[in-house]
């Protein structure tokens, strides 16, 4: 199981960014797909999460209206487009897999993630 995330970069504020997980050797569609993001001297924290079957989504309060979720089975991918970028959105951003369930009103937990990405760092800044 492999995840790589990219998409980072240095922006600055009102920007937009989209981040992409590439996952390979398993099957996308069996598993929820979810970016976490770790600011500095924070906790890693659950930004958004799309669940494996419906498509339903989660998103934390910091990043909602702002932030879209989406996956592409076909192609083993899962986009975070990141519009009006802020300066506290500053972190590196990782995905993760596993068979859990998120949704509107199931954040994705850290603790419940064993397949991780490598992280993009996003810096937001003037």
């Known amino acids: 199981v492999q995840l790589q995330a990219s998409g980072g970069g240095s922006v600055q504020p009102g920007s937009s960014l989209r981040l992409s997980c590439l996952v390979s050797?398993?099957?996308?569609?069996?598993?929820?797909i979810a970016w976490f993001r770790q600011g500095p001297g924070k906790e890693r924290e659950g930004v958004s999460c799309i669940r494996r079957n419906d498509g339903s989504s989660y998103y934390s309060d910091s990043v909602k209206g702002r932030f879209i979720i989406s996956r592409d089975n076909s192609e083993n991918t899962v986009s975070l487009q990141m519009n009006s970028l802020k300066p506290e959105d500053t972190a590196v951003y990782y995905c993760?897999?596993?068979?859990?369930?998120?949704?509107?009103?199931?954040?994705?937990?850290?603790?419940?993630?064993?397949?991780w990405g490598q992280g993009t760092l996003v810096t937001v800044s003037s």
């Open positions: 050797g398993f099957r996308m569609n069996n598993y929820a």
């Open positions: 993760a897999a596993d068979f859990v369930l998120c949704g509107p009103n199931l954040p994705p937990m850290v603790e419940e993630f064993d397949n």
